[in-house]
């Protein structure tokens, strides 16, 4: 990313943010390291409609990405062309992509709330439950598609970001009581396949002290959980969790759109 592309406010905020991204990082570290790996299930009621919406988009997590922190000016005309759209298209259409993209994204970008639209992440994981466990009780267990320190990696104009929820280690196993067992038991499909729904409030961005993370370079976008929910093939909540306290209201429809997500997979 050029230096004029990544202009932030320089300082205390600066250092702050780098401090509150090392205390989750050794708070996760500790959770990996067995200090804790269960997490209370808490059946609650949802919002169907915004969950089951589009997820965010790459472009979405890279303008959540620049808006959290501070850049002032993103240059939209310098991240048009280093978009894969871009880069794929006939040369001769390319002149005009750039002059209706641009103040596209310098609108989406103007009117973005990040803490507000959050982001929606939904994505196909296993699940595992386990009963009849003698005297220990029943639990599920989600396979997560990363390793270590659970993130998910998205990728925008030319910008390597990973979104990662904070706590979210806490849910790889899941203590249920006797009637989330029972709801889990009546819900859960026999396969282990799996949607994972994940609402999130974007709360910081570091576009100035990258991560490596499995062996590449990656912005840290942190995040807390607003809900994360296990769903079946029938879209049916199997087990939950929400916290009020960093609840998001989704994204807005925008009035112009000109990229459109095909499909809204898993499910």
Known sequence: ????????????????????FLTV????????????????????????QKLFDFPSTDED???????????????????????ETYKTMVPENRTNFVQTETPRLAGKYAALNPQDEGILIRLGVK????????DKP?????????????????????????????GIENFTTIVLSEDERDIVNATLDPS?????????????????SPMIL?????????CEISYIGIHNRNTDQVWA???DVYKVNGRRTPLIEIVKPEKADPF
Not at 1 to 20: D, E, K, L
Not at 160 to 165: G, K, L, M, Q, S
Not at 216 to 222: A, G, R, S, V
């Open 1 to 20: 990313m050029s230096r004029s592309s990544t202009q932030t406010i320089i300082g205390m905020p600066h250092m702050r943010i780098f401090a509150y």
């Open 25 to 48: 990082l050794a708070t996760a570290l500790l959770i990996l390291s067995g200090a804790g790996t269960s997490a209370k299930a808490e059946v609650i009621d949802i919002d169907k």
């Open 61 to 83: 997590i890279g303008l959540t990405l620049l808006k959290l922190a501070k850049v002032r000016d993103p240059e939209f005309a310098k991240l048009v062309v280093r978009t």
């Open 127 to 134: 699940v595992y439950f386990k009963d009849d466990l003698q």
């Open 138 to 166: 029943s639990t599920l267990v989600i396979q997560f598609p990363s390793n270590g320190l659970i993130y998910f990696p998205y990728f925008y104009a030319g910008i390597p970001i990973a979104v990662i929820p904070n």
């Open 192 to 208: 282990p396949e799996a949607t994972l729904v994940l609402s999130l409030k974007p709360v910081s961005a570091d576009i100035k």
């Open 214 to 222: 499995d062996g590449e370079k990656q912005l840290p976008l942190l």
């Open 241 to 243: 969790w929400g916290s």
